[in-house]
């Protein structure tokens, strides 16, 4: 208590204008739940006791060192060791690594990971049963990896080809912009050459040594960390490191190891640069800023700068959000980020990444430009910027309420993050009183953009835009003259409109109460809507909320064709006004209220769905948001113009990149080619009206008896109670509930063995294959379980066979799953980039292991490891306040049949039920492979 007491007194002491924050020098303490050591060679070490999840330990190894360190012939060999810790160390000969995490349960690629970046290589195994054996054997993996890779010349020769596809594979137009202008960019600094991946002719043609020399020179204990946090002994895990570590040894003349800056640029960075698939135009507004000291990190400044930035941040987001929705306005998004510089963690900058419409991408960077002038000459209004430090005071306070049920993950990843960066972690009672210091004493005065940190075009400034090669590409001139223009432009102080109150009708009432199934309570409302809630302590931050009808696709009026087309293709949620990109699912933002959530409204192929999750501060604003959305009209003129020009923008954006039209491809293939659902066309934009749209929603969401609203979380159940009577019960309801679909009617897809494989022309050869199985099966505990084991089953065979051994793919994943309703049906996906020049064998590859599975079913070995990890994900996930809150949805939906106990599945599971489904699934023959090709293959 006296620890927290001194840091908030003298946080408060230092809340003062920046010339007074710039003088504290006043290290904060380290979490003293936090048990951290440093041995004789180097080697630091953090250890926390945590239970969330209750026995179970995650382990890394953090090494501070990733791409920079490379010498120029080593290009690409940071990001290279890290793919042979899995391929032999001392204890762990070839794949023993990934074969012993499997043994206990874990899922190589979701709980044995690894990455690399320019400073940093950091690998994880979570999620490991806590056992004495089980955290010996994994320290023991931290240790080889730390000092005992065996670096064999002939795996070595062997993961060049993995490494080629995984670059074949990331390598988009973004990135090959990039790569060619990185050193620009970087003001010609080491990080502009220093790119993770790596050049493939270092990566195909490395001498053994070279690799050898890289891993002798850097991977040592004084830049190393182990981390262990989970429900472990914190005594007994710090033994256990000391014996396991204390002997390795340093070099005797060990490297000089630098931390590289990124210089200050004295001059404006200008890139425009093109690719033939890029989708959309993007430009980043970049204002570059020196980032605090290293030693001056863990100190309360480093708070203040952070809640400045980013509340910042939240308040002009807040007023490009607006703009955005505009009839006419020139970009699909711009969103403003406080954040390392092109993730150099040697440098903070604000970006601002912007997404413009093709062709006007100097008009976007105008607007966006003349916003930010605004507020640098005006400042905030007081309404927008208490939004925006509420907004930023919720997200932490998230944290701080839920501070005994962060899971270990969590501090896990603020551990790394304080190795890497010597950034504070002082807990959460010290972090929270800081930001409360931080909110009460920082006036909307000191806040930045009037104060200079984005004031400077002159300096430290950087513009990277990325067209298509057939885009109205502006000139480097054009730009500076629109950037340099907007500080000379008449603009006025920033307004707040007025958002006017929402007008009641008399409330509604509970007619009946009774407890159902999973420990919730049913209200019935007296306009024959029902809600569901049940009141938990699982996350004392979080609500979730769903509000189902069925209806969806298969129950829109035929008179309404091209609507139903546009439905399924997400037009009608764009019309919701926000547009999040063209494969994701767009939201109706809660911009009338503090901007903490999002209300989403879908129509799916059998049900209408309505879905947020909220804190429970926002619990009222919650049921008006889903009032509001109830019952006012869908679009005025200039709001669903807005929303046809962007999707006019996607659609046009979407036909650059191959891997849309992957996806198109494959989409046509699986529905049958159905014009319900084919990809809809500018001229079927042009032909729709706004009434189309409004027509189609009342039908679906302005009948409120029709739905079922369910709540699961940490609320008050007095004001849930009375918040459904005013906000639910009183809205209008004059039909009956309609029943669930017992056909899927016009949603059928295809039938028979289909091969769709075409070439397409792109920058960067790479080939993708997709294979989709489907038909009936007869659903049941056994069967879904029979699923995931062959999911299970079918990944790790193929990644056995077709990347460790053949090395065709850098990643391949089978996924199965079945489905009780509608209909009782199956499906499997298979999805892999690979080499096109093997792309035979790869498909004998893939058909043989399911041959296989269908003849003789799944080995011992294989039922046993399947089964421990089904074991270890099904304790994991227990819980969870999703759990439930699904269950309680799909039983009052669909009615399932009586659930046997998975567990109790599992303990009599035998090679024959996955056998039996496999079979099936031949049987039936309903198989669409679908491949695209590179045009020169």
């Known amino acids: 208590m006296k620890r927290t007491t001194k840091i908030a007194a003298f946080a408060i002491a230092l809340l003062l204008p920046t010339s007074a924050i710039a003088q504290n020098n006043q290290q904060i303490p380290l979490d003293p739940q936090v048990r951290y050591g440093k041995l004789e060679n180097g080697l630091t070490y953090y250890i926390r006791h945590n239970e969330k999840p209750r026995e179970r330990v995650n382990f890394s190894i953090v090494q501070r060192v990733g791409s920079l360190q490379e010498d120029e012939n080593q290009r690409g060999l940071a990001h290279f060791l890290e793919h042979m810790c899995f391929n032999g160390t001392r204890h762990f000969p070839g794949n023993s690594v990934i074969d012993y995490c499997k043994s206990i349960g874990l899922g190589y690629g979701s709980d044995l990971t690894a990455y690399t970046f320019y400073n940093q290589t950091i690998y994880n195994i979570n999620n490991v049963p806590v056992a004495s054996g089980h955290i010996d054997s994994c320290l023991l993996i931290l240790r080889d990896w730390s000092d005992g890779l065996l670096l064999e010349p002939e795996e070595i020769d062997k993961e060049r080809g993995v490494i080629h596809e995984e670059w074949r594979m990331r390598t988009n137009a973004q990135l090959r912009i990039l790569e060619r202008n990185a050193e620009t960019l970087f003001?010609?600094?080491?990080?502009?050459?220093?790119?993770?991946?790596?050049?493939?002719s270092v990566v195909g043609n490395f001498e053994h040594q070279a690799l050898r020399d890289y891993y002798e020179k850097w991977y040592r204990p004084d830049l190393q960390a182990v981390i262990v946090v989970g429900d472990i002994d914190v005594d007994d895990i710090e033994r256990r490191i000391v014996d396991r570590f204390s002997d390795i040894k340093m070099p005797e003349n060990p490297a000089q190891f630098e931390y590289y800056e990124v210089p200050d640029n004295y001059e404006p960075i200008y890139v425009l640069d093109?690719?033939?698939?890029?989708?959309?135009?993007?430009?980043?507004?970049?204002?570059?800023?020196?980032?605090?000291?290293?030693?001056?990190?863990?100190?309360?400044?480093?708070?203040?700068?952070?809640?400045?930035?980013?509340?910042?941040?939240?308040?002009?987001?807040?007023?490009?959000?607006?703009?955005?929705?505009?009839?006419?306005?020139?970009?699909?998004?711009?969103?403003?980020?406080?954040?390392?510089?092109?993730?150099?963690?040697t440098c903070d900058c604000i970006d601002v990444e912007i997404v413009a419409k093709k062709g006007r991408g100097k008009e976007a960077v105008g607007v966006v430009m003349a916003e930010i002038e605004r507020a640098r000459r005006f400042g905030f209004v007081a309404t927008e910027f208490e939004r925006a430090r509420v907004q930023f005071m919720e997200a932490h306070k998230n944290v701080f309420d839920n501070r005994?049920?962060?899971?270990?993950?969590?501090?896990?990843?603020?551990?790394?993050?304080?190795?890497?960066?010597?950034?504070?972690?002082?807990?959460?009672?010290?972090?929270?009183?800081?930001?409360?210091?931080?909110?009460?004493?920082?006036?909307?005065?000191?806040f930045p953009l009037a104060n200079g940190f984005t004031a400077s075009i002159d300096t430290n400034f950087v513009v990277f835009g990325r067209f298509a090669t057939d885009d109205a590409i502006p000139t480097i001139d054009e730009i500076k003259k629109t950037i340099a223009d907007t500080r000379t432009m008449e603009l006025a102080p920033y307004k707040e409109e007025s958002l006017g109150s929402l007008v009641l009708p008399p409330k509604g009432s509970i007619t009946n109460e009774v407890a159902v199934d999973y420990g919730y309570t049913m209200l019935e409302l007296s306009n024959g809507a029902r809600v569901f809630y049940k009141k938990t302590d699982l996350d004392n931050s979080e609500i979730l909320f769903n509000a189902v009808s069925h209806g969806g696709l298969h129950a829109i009026d035929k008179e309404h064709t091209k609507a139903w087309k546009a439905t399924y293709n997400r037009l009608?949620?764009?019309?919701?006004?926000?547009?999040?990109?063209?494969?994701?699912?767009?939201?109706?933002?809660?911009?009338?209220?503090?901007?903490?959530?999002?209300?989403?409204?879908?129509?799916?192929?059998?049900t209408d769905w309505i879905g947020s999750s909220v804190s429970p501060n926002y619990l009222r604003s919650l049921f008006e948001?889903?009032?509001?959305?109830?019952?006012?009209?869908?679009?005025?003129?200039?709001?669903?113009?807005?929303?046809?020009?962007?999707?006019?923008?996607?659609?046009?954006?979407?036909?650059?990149?191959?891997?849309?039209?992957?996806?198109?491809?494959?989409?046509?293939?699986?529905?049958?080619?159905?014009?319900?659902?084919?990809?809809?066309?500018?001229?079927?934009?042009?032909?729709?009206?706004?009434?189309?749209?409004?027509?189609?929603?009342?039908?679906?969401?302005?009948?409120?008896?029709?739905?079922?609203?369910?709540?699961?979380?940490?609320?008050?159940?007095d004001s849930l109670r009375h918040y459904s009577e005013l906000y639910i019960a009183s809205l209008p309801s004059n039909?009956?509930?309609?029943?669930?679909?017992?056909?899927?009617?016009?949603?059928?897809?295809?039938?028979?063995?289909?091969?769709?494989?075409?070439?397409?022309?792109?920058?960067?050869?790479?080939?993708?294959?997709?294979?989709?199985?489907?038909?009936?099966?007869?659903?049941?505990?056994?069967?879904?379980?029979?699923?995931s084991i062959i999911s299970n089953v079918l990944t790790n065979r193929y990644k056995k066979m077709i990347r460790e051994e053949a090395r065709i793919v850098y990643d391949i994943v089978a996924y199965a799953h079945l489905h009780e309703f509608p209909t009782e049906t199956y499906n499997l996906q298979i999805l892999a980039p690979f080499e096109a020049s093997k792309c035979d064998t790869l498909l004998a590859l893939i058909a043989a292991e399911i041959d296989d599975i269908a003849m003789n079913g799944i080995t011992d070995e294989e039922l046993a490891m399947a089964k421990k990890q089904e074991e270890n994900e099904n304790s994991i996930e227990k819980g969870c306040n999703s759990c439930s809150h699904e269950n309680i949805q799909y039983d009052t939906l669909w009615q399932p049949k009586p659930r046997e106990s998975r567990n109790e599945i599992l303990k009599n599971f035998t090679s024959d039920d996955v056998k039996n489904l496999v079979a099936k699934m031949k049987a039936d023959g309903n198989c669409a492979t679908i491949i695209m090709l590179p045009e020169e293959s």
């Open 187 to 200: 003001s010609g600094s080491r990080y502009g050459r220093r790119m993770p991946l790596g050049l493939m």
């Open 274 to 345: 093109s690719d033939k698939e890029i989708e959309a135009p993007s430009i980043s507004i970049i204002f570059k800023m020196k980032n605090l000291p290293r030693e001056r990190r863990s100190t309360v400044q480093c708070y203040v700068d952070g809640y400045i930035h980013n509340v910042t941040c939240n308040a002009l987001n807040d007023r490009l959000e607006k703009i955005r929705t505009t009839a006419d306005c020139p970009f699909l998004s711009a969103t403003c980020y406080y954040q390392f510089y092109m993730n150099a963690n």
């Open 404 to 446: 005994d049920k962060m899971k270990n993950n969590y501090h896990e990843s603020r551990l790394t993050y304080l190795f890497l960066n010597n950034v504070a972690n002082p807990g959460f009672n010290i972090e929270w009183q800081i930001y409360n210091d931080c909110y009460s004493q920082i006036p909307i005065q000191a």
């Open 572 to 606: 009608y949620n764009t019309c919701m006004e926000y547009l999040n990109g063209y494969f994701s699912i767009p939201t109706v933002d809660m911009s009338y209220k503090n901007n903490q959530f999002n209300i989403n409204m879908e129509i799916r192929p059998h």
């Open 625 to 717: 948001g889903v009032h509001i959305n109830m019952t006012i009209p869908f679009l005025n003129e200039g709001k669903y113009r807005a929303a046809i020009d962007a999707y006019h923008a996607v659609l046009i954006n979407s036909s650059n990149n191959p891997i849309s039209a992957f996806v198109d491809s494959a989409y046509a293939t699986i529905t049958n080619h159905n014009q319900l659902f084919a990809k809809y066309t500018s001229d079927d934009l042009d032909s729709m009206t706004m009434e189309d749209f409004n027509d189609l929603y009342k039908q679906h969401f302005q009948q409120a008896g029709d739905f079922d609203f369910f709540f699961t979380g940490n609320f008050d159940v």
């Open 735 to 787: 039909i009956e509930k309609r029943e669930a679909a017992s056909t899927t009617e016009n949603l059928e897809l295809f039938r028979g063995n289909i091969m769709n494989r075409y070439k397409c022309k792109m920058e960067n050869s790479q080939a993708i294959l997709l294979q989709y199985w489907h038909g009936s099966n007869a659903f049941s505990t056994k069967n879904n379980l029979a699923a």
